[in-house]
């Protein structure tokens, strides 16, 4: 069945550094959506990327769709302690179905 | 606007027991997914239901089965539980119009199988 994997599993950056976690799919994706998790939370919606080659910024993130719509990345500029949680992406895959990647945990140190 | 709301917050069953998970979408959402997400992993989807039927399903054996209401209210329920099916369970709402639209998530129903 489809896989969606991410790397790295775990990171630890000091705050202010910056944090790429990449994704990617064994399979062709519709769309790429991403979601961030706190500790004891549940998955909060970030963004969706639809077009092959998308680029899209929130502050300080930036979301990536990679050309072949395989993998995508996000990357944050600057880290603060508020960034800390699991970041997912999630591909579509069929009609309203999505495929959770593996997840890429950061912490940030002030 | 209510988000998603999810019902127990929490449940201890033991093995051989059945349960029954709650979810009501978000207002104006007619189509609800359910996925289990095991500690320290991602989601995984469980099956979907629109116009109170299954539209989709992962690959979960016949012990979880579910149900939707006219009102797009649904229901998870697991049978013969098993230690493994300690997981949060998680219910998301979407509105049936693009090929994947926006999942909302609710709070989730941590289970814990004794």
């Known amino acids: 069945g489809q896989q969606v994997m991410q790397i790295p599993q775990y990171q630890h950056v000091q705050e202010g550094e910056d944090f790429t976690t990449y994704c990617n799919s064994s399979t062709t994706l519709s769309n790429i959506q991403w979601y961030k998790q706190r500790p004891g939370g549940h998955p909060v919606f970030l963004i969706q990327?639809?077009?092959?080659?998308e680029v899209k910024k929130q502050k300080r993130l930036t979301f990536q769709f990679g050309e072949a719509k395989k993998n995508s990345s996000l990357h944050i500029t600057a880290t603060q302690t508020t960034d800390v949680g699991t970041y997912f992406c999630?591909?579509?895959?069929?009609?309203?179905?999505?495929?959770f990647g593996t997840g890429t945990r950061l912490l940030v140190s002030p | 606007d209510a988000g998603v709301t999810q019902s127990p917050t929490h449940l201890i069953k033991t093995r051989g027991q059945q349960v029954t998970l709650r979810c009501s979408p978000k207002?104006?959402?007619?189509?609800v997914s359910w996925y289990q997400q095991a500690l320290g992993q991602g989601p995984q989807f469980i099956f979907q239901?629109?116009?109170?039927?299954?539209?989709q399903r992962g690959n979960f054996p016949d012990r979880f089965s579910g149900h939707q209401f006219p009102n797009y209210s649904s229901e998870l329920n697991v049978n013969a539980l098993l230690l493994g099916d300690s997981a949060l369970y998680l219910c998301?709402?979407?509105?049936?119009?693009?090929?994947?639209?926006?999942?909302?998530f609710g709070p989730g129903t941590r289970l814990l199988v004794l």
């Open positions: 999630a591909g579509g895959a069929g009609f309203q179905k999505l495929v």
């Open positions: 998301a709402s979407s509105l049936n119009q693009v090929l994947v639209e926006t999942q909302y």
């Open positions: 239901y629109y116009e109170e039927e299954e539209r």
């Open positions: 990327l639809v077009k092959s080659g």
């Open positions: 207002s104006g959402h007619d189509t």
